[in-house]
């Protein structure tokens, strides 16, 4: 069975950046998607598309293919009484903040001084060229509940 439009794709991973760091991995067949219901970055989709169990790539993806260009208006400095006292606050922390229009997102802390925080909503990823190293482990047809939720359920049913 081929990879393609709500279809369950098990794969293993190793994700690395320009410098050949490894950033995240999956082994052992503990990843699956549901794919074409955009779970994972359009890049590494459109890559799979038509492959198979047992078939593996290499794929780097352009920012434009994964989490897009850092967003420069994403960078806030925000005063250090926004954020609670008795916290000490350092860069690589994450906060969940909310947009001018109301939305809930993360934020995290690039920089510190005595009264200025700057927090970037980009994710960590933005900018990046991502490195993959795939194996398709299964392939499988979607359940009518995996397809009208949207994502992959597991053994014995959804959890949420």
Do not use: C, W
């Not at 320009?18 to 699956?32: C, H, K, M, R």
């Not at 794919?35 to 920012?63: F, M, T, Y």
């Not at 939305?103 to 060229?129: F, R, Y």
């Amino acid at each position: 069975m081929q990879v393609g439009k709500d279809k369950v794709t098990t794969i293993d991973y190793t994700l690395k950046d320009d410098e050949g760091t490894t950033i995240d991995q999956s082994s052992n067949g503990e990843f699956a998607y549901l794919h074409g219901a955009s779970n994972i970055i359009p890049g590494l989709e459109q890559a799979l598309e038509g492959k198979q169990a047992g078939d593996e790539l290499s794929v780097s993806i352009a920012p434009d293919q994964a989490y897009g260009e850092k967003d420069l208006a994403q960078i806030q400095r925000v005063p250090r009484s926004q954020f609670p006292p008795d916290v000490e606050i350092q860069p690589g922390m994450q906060f969940q903040a909310q947009s001018p229009d109301g939305q809930m997102l993360v934020v995290t802390v690039s920089d510190v001084d005595d009264d200025v925080v700057v927090v970037d909503g980009n994710h960590p990823l933005a900018g990046k060229t991502l490195h993959f190293d795939v194996k398709v482990v299964d392939v499988r047809d979607a359940t009518a509940e995996e397809m009208e939720h949207g994502h992959v359920h597991g053994e014995g049913g959804h959890q949420h």
